[in-house]
């Protein structure tokens, strides 16, 4: 009996294995097709001044216009395009489309950012592609910056070191994502050329008021790591006015967060903040 049961076990987990093999060599497949017919698109969510909701940026996010499931996140793609390869192509179809817009975004003097994986940074000629990008599309330098994760410093740190060093030189800034959940190695923060950090959503959602220990004790101290190396920081994942006071309580000046606005298309967001005409960036 004890044998039989078993046995059905396995061949259950073997169904299981089977379906998730068939369901990830499909959206490989989507992928790759999606690749061709360009269903890839950037979404736009403000980066707003926390004391008066003033806008100074947009992180560019990017979506899936699947045919059949419709609109996708990248928590549902992002990690099996990011195993086979893909996610270059898919980012480089993102960041041509962000130079398109960039110039009407910025209308308002506001900069976008990009989110950038870590095989890119390891590329030799990262930052001479992205330059070239950007004159392409006539993007000043100044109107655009990176999004790097600690993930993307650990490997070959002297020749990221370096991609960063250049990309600063030539007026495109550096911003470390999702600080506090990697391995957050505080020496990372000196030794690569960046602007600033933004601080992880998990740290903002534990927020409390009136606590004085946990989350609000780490943004404090990160706030004031920050300060004294010169970095600016940008509060991530604010969904509540009560979040959005705290921080200002903590010292912080800047965020994004659905309280303020979720990401949009950038048809949506131009039509928004009334930029449809622009003016050149
Ligand atoms: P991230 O760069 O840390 O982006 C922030 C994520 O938080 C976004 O998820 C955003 O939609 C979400 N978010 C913003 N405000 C709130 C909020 O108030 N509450 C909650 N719960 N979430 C909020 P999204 O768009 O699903 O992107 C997930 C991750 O995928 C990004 O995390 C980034 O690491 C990566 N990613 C996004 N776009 C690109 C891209 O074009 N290229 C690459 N390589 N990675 C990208
Ligand atoms: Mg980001
Ligand atoms: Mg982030
Ligand atoms: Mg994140």
Redesign the pocket.
Same mark, same amino acid.
């Given at each position: 009996r004890a044998k039989a049961t078993g046995r059905q076990r396995y061949a259950i987990f073997d169904e299981h294995l089977h379906e998730a093999a068939l369901k990830l060599l499909e959206l490989e497949g989507d992928l790759r097709r999606a690749l061709q017919r360009q269903e890839?698109e950037?979404?736009y969510?403000p980066i707003v001044n926390l004391a008066d909701g003033g806008l100074v940026g947009f992180?560019?996010?990017?979506?899936w216009h699947h045919p059949a499931r419709g609109l996708s996140?990248?928590?549902e793609f992002?990690s099996i395009a990011?195993e086979t390869g893909s996610?270059e192509y898919?980012?480089w179809q993102?960041?041509d489309l *962000?130079c398109r817009d960039t110039k009407r975004l910025s209308a308002r003097n506001a900069y976008t950012?990009?989110?950038?994986?870590p095989r890119?940074l390891r590329a030799p000629d990262f930052d001479q592609r992205l330059l070239e990008l950007m004159s392409r599309h006539g993007v000043k330098p100044g109107r655009l910056r990176l999004?790097v994760?600690e993930g993307a410093l650990l490997e070959q740190p002297e020749e990221v070191n370096a991609c960063l060093g250049r990309l600063r030189e030539a007026g495109v800034l550096t911003l470390l994502?999702?600080f506090g959940t990697g391995y957050s190695s505080l020496s990372y923060l000196h030794r690569f050329p960046l602007h600033g950090l933004?601080i992880?959503?998990s740290f *903002?959602?534990e927020l409390r008021s009136g606590e004085s220990g946990g989350s609000t004790a780490i943004v404090r101290a990160i706030r004031l790591l920050a300060d004294s190396l010169g970095l600016e920081v940008i509060a991530?994942?604010?969904?509540t006015e009560q979040q959005r006071y705290q921080l200002r309580l903590l010292g912080l000046s800047l965020g994004?967060?659905?309280?303020?606005a979720?990401?949009a298309s950038a048809g949506d967001i131009l039509a928004r903040f009334g930029m449809e005409g622009g003016t050149p960036g």
């Open positions: 890839f950037p979404y969510q992180e560019a996010l990017m979506r996140a990248p928590g992002i990011e996610l898919m980012d993102i960041y *962000v950012t990009l989110n950038v994986s890119h999004e994760t994502d999702d933004k992880d959503r *903002v959602a991530e994942g604010i969904e994004q967060g659905y309280f303020f979720k990401p």
